[in-house]
């Protein structure tokens, strides 16, 4: 295995391990979390959700970092070798911008600015909106990668003019 070798697969785990570390924290929260809470009186409620937000806020922001640095350096080594390929560069593109919304919605759950306070208030139609936001990505994601890279026929150069007399 050479260095390369070694970095594409610590990017790979990278991407993938965060990926299942936020996604998997976002459900549990959705579907566990958020209703089992909702059975506690309003004071220990308001308490918990500042403590577990304070604590998950700093995964938010570290996967963040983690994912965009792992998804950057794949794109690098690989979109290379899908040079005219639409429709590879189109789903990976779809996947990028919904990433970004992603974490957009990720970030201000877990902030504090005042201008994100409704997103806030409706915490659970947002979580839900980021786990189906998730979902296509990972969809758009395995696809690319098990579609692999088609056969692209190389057009031949015009042919030169040749004078037969
Ligand atoms: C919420 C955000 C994201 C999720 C859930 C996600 C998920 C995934 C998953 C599951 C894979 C498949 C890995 C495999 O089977 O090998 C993957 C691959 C990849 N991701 Fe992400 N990703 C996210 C964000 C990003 C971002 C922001 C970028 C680019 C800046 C990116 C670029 C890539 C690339 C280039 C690949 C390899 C595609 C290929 O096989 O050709 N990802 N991602």
Known sequence: MDTQQILDTISRIVHIGTVIVLGGGTVFMW???????????????????????????????????????????????????????????????????????????????VGKSKAFESLRQKRGRYLGILVALLAVIVAISGFVKVRGKPVIPVTPPAETASVTN
């Open 31 to 109: 579907r566990v979390l958020m209703p089992s809470a909702a059975e506690l009186p309003d004071a220990e409620h308001d308490k918990l959700r500042e403590a577990v937000v304070s604590r998950w806020k700093k995964f938010v922001h570290a996967g963040i970092a983690l994912i965009l640095i792992s998804g950057f350096y794949n794109y690098a080594r690989l979109a290379t070798g899908h040079k005219g390929d639409g429709l590879y560069h189109a789903l990976v593109g779809t996947k990028m911008l919904l990433a970004f919304g992603v974490f957009f919605l990720g970030s201000a759950l």
